[in-house]
């Protein structure tokens, strides 16, 4: 996965609560055997109707989806964290994530920005109303900022999931860490614990 440190951009706003990953990229997208074309699938119900967000010229070519309270509820997808990235998206800010789908961000650089339930109202309405407003998402920091508005608060992450974003390290990365113990422990396990053959 790729570091991330700064996201800056404009931001999308996703008026609705209880988001559920069926709904952030349908089921009948998981039958792709590639890990590509998602973006195609995002909210691809709802796009269907011409006054639905992503359907908005304005918000074109945001990085930033500002969304309800509730987002990525329901079955575990990784897909929904795909489809979000390659539309092209770079972060995600609610109030409240569902923690699969958290955990899914966290391991595929999508940047899930807890904010208070106030201030996530606040953005909604404010990104609406002003398609050009910037936003930043600080992972070195732990910022998030929208200087036009004064608005520069703490958003939570943990230290080894800061590091994995900053770091650009998936499991397989944090793993690979690991490779001379694991190289070592091997070298030292009795041939018939690994299955071989005598």
């Not at 106030?118 to 050009?132: D, H, I, Q, S, T």
């Not at 793993?175 to 299955?195: A, C, M």
């Amino acid at each position: 996965m790729k570091a991330v440190h700064i996201v800056t951009g404009t931001a999308v706003p996703l008026d609705r609560s209880d988001v559920d990953t069926d709904q952030i990229i349908p089921s009948d997208w998981l039958k792709r055997v590639e890990r590509t074309g998602f973006e195609k699938g995002l909210f691809s119900e709802w796009r269907d109707d011409r006054d639905f967000v992503l359907n908005d010229e304005r918000f074109a070519g945001a990085n930033i989806l500002v969304a309800g309270i509730n987002f990525g509820t329901g079955s575990s997808r990784e897909h929904a964290v795909w489809a979000i990235q390659q539309y092209g998206f770079g972060a995600v800010i609610s109030p409240r994530f569902a923690d699969i789908f958290r955990n899914n961000c966290t391991k595929n650089g999508l940047v899930p920005v807890v904010v208070d339930p106030e201030l996530g109202a606040r953005l909604l309405e404010e990104v609406a109303a002003n398609p050009e407003l910037e936003i930043t998402v600080d992972v070195e920091r732990l910022r998030l900022e929208v200087p036009v508005l004064g608005i520069d608060v703490e958003f939570p992450l943990d230290s080894s999931t800061q590091e994995r974003f900053l770091q650009g390290l998936d499991d397989i990365d944090l793993t690979l860490r690991h490779s001379g113990s694991i190289d070592d422990f091997e070298s030292r396990r009795p041939d018939w614990l690994s299955g071989a053959k005598s």
